[in-house]
């Protein structure tokens, strides 16, 4: 039997099973009372929904326990990060940056103040497609990047190693594992799977059968060359989206990818 790993709001605990579970909250004060009696290994992240508040009571709290900075808007909330560089003495912090106009600074922010970023991709239209061209190439020529951009990074080492993960894995939305408890408690798929109307398949059926019979079964999904490397995560949830963007960033993650074996394997091996 397949144990979920649940994304649950703060006011869902307790659930009353042994299952792993992501909690969020616009509070993050409340946490460390609310979490006292979990069992600490069931926790395995907590997300803060809003930079506005304060962070302060998780400094010293749980030390290792993964943080995840939720933005709901890019292009105002970035300065709102400095508070929350405390966290990194103890945490692994990770900032979800929505690709909304304006997003570029708030990536450029959160690299520089050494927060990890996960980018939360939508289904970006042109002119989205253009930023993310920048970040890309950020992410790849910027030396001072030194926290990995997902997707990108995720993508970039699946080209280099010739070992594809699909973006169901990299960006944590494996509908195997993951599910979403809304704030009433009804539960989902997780991510940008919550309302697609999809039914669910047997928990023990993994990623790659999810795929193959459910995530990727769009036409245009079955010839793209980088299905193995996508999994038919931009197909979701308007199944009418035009890929044209998507996959010339693919392209040029994989174009990258060559060049860095390119480089190294051309670079003098020491003795
Ligand atoms: S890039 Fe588009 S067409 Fe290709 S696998 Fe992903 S969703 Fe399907």
């Known amino acids: 039997m397949n144990e979920f790993i649940r994304n649950?709001?703060?006011h869902c605990l307790p659930l009353g099973s042994k299952e792993q579970i992501i909690v969020r909250t616009h509070e993050p004060a409340a946490l460390p009372a609310a979490l006292a009696s979990e069992n600490p290994e069931r926790v395995i992240a907590v997300q803060l929904l809003s930079?506005?508040?304060d962070s302060e009571s998780l400094n010293a709290w749980a030390a290792g326990l993964p943080v995840e900075?939720?933005?709901a808007d890019p292009a105002t909330e970035f300065p709102l990060l400095y508070r929350h560089t405390p966290l990194l003495d103890q945490h692994p912090v990770r900032v979800v940056v929505p690709v909304r106009p304006g997003f570029?600074?708030?990536v450029k922010t959160a690299?520089?103040?050494d927060f990890a970023v996960q980018l939360d991709v939508g289904q970006p239209d042109p002119a989205l497609i253009e930023e993310l061209a920048a970040v890309l190439k950020f992410y790849?020529?910027?030396?001072t990047v030194a926290q990995p951009i997902e997707?990108?990074?995720g993508a970039l080492l699946g080209f280099y190693h010739?070992?594809?993960a699909s973006l169901w894995a990299i960006l944590d939305e494996d509908p195997q594992w993951l599910r979403y408890v809304a704030d009433d408690g009804a539960e989902s798929l997780n991510g940008r799977l919550a309302g697609a109307g999809i039914k669910t398949l047997a928990p023990e059926v993994e990623l790659d059968v999810w795929i193959e019979q459910v995530l990727a079964t769009h036409e245009e999904c079955r010839n793209c060359e980088f299905l193995r490397h996508c999994g038919g995560y931009f197909k979701w949830p308007r199944r009418d989206y035009d890929c044209a963007g998507v996959k010339w960033l693919f392209s040029e993650l994989r174009e990258a990818a060559s060049e860095l074996r390119r480089d190294i394997e051309a670079a003098p091996v020491s003795e």
Do not use: D, G, R
């Open 8 to 10: 649950i709001p703060l």
């Open 51 to 53: 930079l506005a508040a």
């Open 69 to 71: 900075l939720v933005m």
């Open 104 to 106: 570029f600074n708030a």
């Open 111 to 113: 690299v520089a103040l």
């Open 140 to 143: 790849l020529h910027q030396s």
């Open 151 to 153: 997707y990108f990074q």
């Open 162 to 164: 010739e070992e594809p």
